[in-house]
């Protein structure tokens, strides 16, 4: 069993910037992949970012891609994803998850998710 708490959402304007953390309890956190998703009003849940389960290797959506950046510290038990030049369209709750899977963007193959953190970006 792992718990996630995710941190650090909030209301910004446009062209601001964030940091996100997801605390991690439970078993071990080097084990597991980890990955950022989103969740606008009236839509689906899409994947955000994602890295390994060293930190050593990352990909992005296209619509974020170049403007967040996901990392992690083992030692910490923590992941992030700093996110510049914040548009409008990024608004929504965003939730950190963990897979026991090598590799993977798709919700469904994540088994532990947080409660999310709520980004509003103004215009």
């Known amino acids: 069993q792992v718990q996630l708490v995710e941190s650090g959402g909030g209301l910004v304007r446009a062209g601001d910037s964030l940091r996100l953390s997801c605390a991690a309890t439970?078993?071990?956190?080097?084990?597991?992949?980890m990955g950022w998703f989103r969740q606008a009003p009236g839509k689906e849940r899409e994947f955000v970012a994602t890295?390994?389960?060293?930190?050593?290797?990352?990909d992005y959506a296209d619509s974020v891609k170049d403007r967040y950046t996901i990392s992690r510290d083992n030692a910490k038990n923590t992941v992030y994803l700093q996110m510049d030049s914040l548009k409008p369209e990024d608004t929504a709750v965003y939730y950190c998850?963990?897979?026991?899977?090598?590799?993977?963007?798709?919700?469904?193959?994540?088994?532990?998710w947080g409660q999310g953190t709520q980004v509003t970006v103004s215009s």
């Open positions: 890295i390994s389960r060293s930190g050593q290797v990352a």
């Open positions: 439970g078993r071990t956190f080097s084990g597991y992949g």
């Open positions: 998850a963990a897979r026991r899977a090598v590799w993977s963007t798709r919700p469904v193959d994540y088994e532990y």
